[in-house]
């Protein structure tokens, strides 16, 4: 069964910095696109990035400039760097497998950024 798991989550001051990670199951991940999205209370779940296998990168244009993601497909993971972290990025942070039209979703890892 395919299920991703991220870990990493936590709180964080504003301005600050968290690396979250997401380990994924499969034996041929380096075909997965691989992504980050959230979801804050009363809110609808948004992108954060995406890396596709040959790995071309989107970024949501809340986060482009602040957040990085990469892979390691030796490792079966994806990374996500977050920098200069606002309130706002405050969200729960799911970790997102995809192949085709198909698409597996971790159990998200909660990110509070608060002083």
């Known amino acids: 069964q395919v299920q991703p798991v991220e870990s990493g989550g936590g709180l964080v001051q504003p301005g600050g910095s968290l690396s979250l990670s997401c380990t994924a199951s499969?034996?041929?991940?380096?075909?997965?696109?691989m992504g980050w999205y959230r979801q804050a209370p009363g809110k609808q779940r948004e992108l954060v990035a995406t890396i596709t296998s040959a790995g071309i990168i989107n970024y949501g244009d809340s986060v482009k400039g602040r957040f990085s993601i990469s892979r390691d497909n030796a490792k079966n993971t994806v990374a996500l760097q977050m920098n200069s972290l606002k309130p706002e990025d405050t969200a729960v942070y799911y970790c997102?497998?995809?192949?085709?039209?198909?698409?597996?979703w971790g159990q998200g890892t909660q990110v509070t950024v608060s002083s």
């Open positions: 499969g034996s041929i991940f380096s075909r997965y696109t």
């Open positions: 997102q497998q995809g192949l085709g039209s198909v698409a597996w």
